[in-house]
């Protein structure tokens, strides 16, 4: 099942590495479309290692787009802007390109502002799954995984931001490096295939959860899991991949996530 894809590198020779890897996910057939932009090429090794594992047991994951935020950002605001401009020549044929510009762009703004990373935001799983309209169709083209600049331009910053947060019981243990980020949102894509967050399993060992104080939480999965069942989900799933001592409710989580796969699969 080979991907018609296409790559996007840069042309600075420091980040040649990088594509390589973006080529190789391609060239395999795992991702319609790489482009590592200006992440360190070790954690791009991370995400084709994360990526390619994942998708061995996972076929199912449709990724349209694995790589840089910014660069998807910057390829979804081109999109929008062909869209546009090719809309506003059809609605005013004798105005120019350049007077019409101005209002294309900001329309392209308008529809990015969901998309801008803030400084706290390390990675996005985007997931349209009926896309409505015209625009949406054309996002979701990049549907898949994201790793903000900020935080994957240095593997050894993002590496030390992760270990403060698994000290802190803010993520799951084991979960200290950048290859784990990318687990936790490769577990946003299994749930949304699987319809995890509605599987009255899931529901009942989120609610459990819940009932837990924040320290409690922290001992059992993470803290930051507790933010919603999305992220509970997420966070069993990156456990479970990079804790070699997986406890007891990741190890559940994911076992579920692999029954509900394997449910969708039997039943389709």
């Given at each position: ?54 998708l ?56 990015m ?13 985007l ?82 959860f ?11 999965l ?47």
């Amino acid at each position: 099942n080979v991907k018609t894809a296409s790559v996007v590198g840069s042309s600075q020779a420091i980040f040649a590495h990088n594509n390589q890897v973006a080529a190789a996910l391609v060239d395999h057939g795992l991702v319609y479309q790489a482009d590592f932009g200006k992440l360190d090429n070790w954690t791009a090794q991370d995400i084709y290692k994360s990526v390619s594992e994942t998708l061995k047991m996972f076929p199912g994951i449709d990724l349209h787009f694995v790589g840089s935020l910014q660069s998807r950002n910057q390829r979804i605001a081109k999109r929008l802007e062909e869209m546009y401009l090719e809309a506003y020549r059809q609605h005013y044929p004798m105005a120019s390109d350049d007077d019409l510009m101005p209002f294309v762009r900001q329309q392209v703004s308008e529809d990015m502002k969901g998309f801008d990373p803030s400084e706290q935001t390390i990675a996005q799983s985007l997931f349209i799954e009926n896309p409505q309209t015209h625009g949406e169709n054309l996002i979701a083209e990049f549907n898949g995984i994201s790793i903000n600049e900020r935080y994957g331009g240095d593997y050894n910053y993002f590496t030390d931001i992760r270990k403060r947060d698994v000290k802190a019981k803010w993520k799951p243990v084991g979960c200290d490096s950048p290859r784990a980020t990318v687990d936790h949102e490769l577990g946003h894509q299994i749930a949304r295939i699987t319809n995890a967050h509605n599987d009255v399993t899931i529901q009942e060992m989120y609610y459990e959860f819940k009932r837990l104080n924040n320290a409690q939480q922290g001992e059992v999965l993470s803290g930051y899991a507790g933010k919603s069942i999305h992220e509970f989900i997420a966070e069993g799933w990156s456990e479970y991949r990079n804790n070699p001592n997986c406890r007891t409710l990741a190890k559940n989580i994911a076992t579920r996530l692999f029954d509900l796969y394997n449910q969708s699969n039997l039943s389709s």
